[in-house]
């Protein structure tokens, strides 16, 4: 049986290793490649409005995560995508908005409704108008299980410095 608990600062920092293995496993890339990503977290950890949930196997191993917090300008990822958007656009989704950064499943309980629940615990609570996230852009699984969630997309084809990929902005309305 799967536990959603919800992590605060403290144990997410505890079990950032943890949470990049079901990162890895979820994307497909090697733990190593995945474990790259720790000072990311590590710098998420004093966010306002962090959130942090976490599903945990009968043995205690983690098997899904979600985390997120209350974006701000002069935050790096926030202010690409301030660039990306028009000034309507951003101060509609983007001031006060809560950044989903990270949502992931193990490969074996995905499609099970695990990631529908953690994701909308996540966003159950936190003190945001507005979610936004970015995901590859083109038609994956996740594109279908965002859009089915709600979400609706806010720009196309962003792509960061350093990473060749194009991605889309979602946004999704907390109040609706």
Not at 118 to 139: K, S
């Amino acid at each position: 049986m799967t536990r959603i608990v919800e992590w605060d600062r403290k144990e997410l920092g505890l079990y950032r290793d943890e949470v990049l293995d079901v990162y890895a496993a979820a994307m497909e890339v090697p733990p190593s490649s995945a474990r790259t990503r720790r000072p990311i977290i590590s710098s998420h950890l004093e966010r306002n409005g962090l959130r942090a949930i976490a599903a945990t196997d009968d043995d205690g191993q983690l098997v899904g995560i979600a985390y997120g917090y209350v974006g701000e300008r002069g935050q790096w990822w926030h202010d690409q995508v301030r660039r990306a958007l028009s000034a309507e656009v951003a101060n509609r989704w983007l001031d006060g908005a809560f950044e989903v950064c990270e949502l992931h499943v193990r490969p074996s309980l995905q499609r099970t409704g695990l990631g529908r629940a953690l994701l909308d615990r996540l966003l159950d609570g936190p003190p945001a108008p507005t979610a936004i996230l970015t995901t590859p852009d083109r038609e994956t699984r996740a594109r279908a299980f965002y859009r089915g969630g709600g979400w609706v997309d806010l720009v196309r084809d962003l792509v960061f410095p350093g990473d060749p990929r194009a991605f889309a902005v979602l946004g999704k309305d907390l109040h609706a």
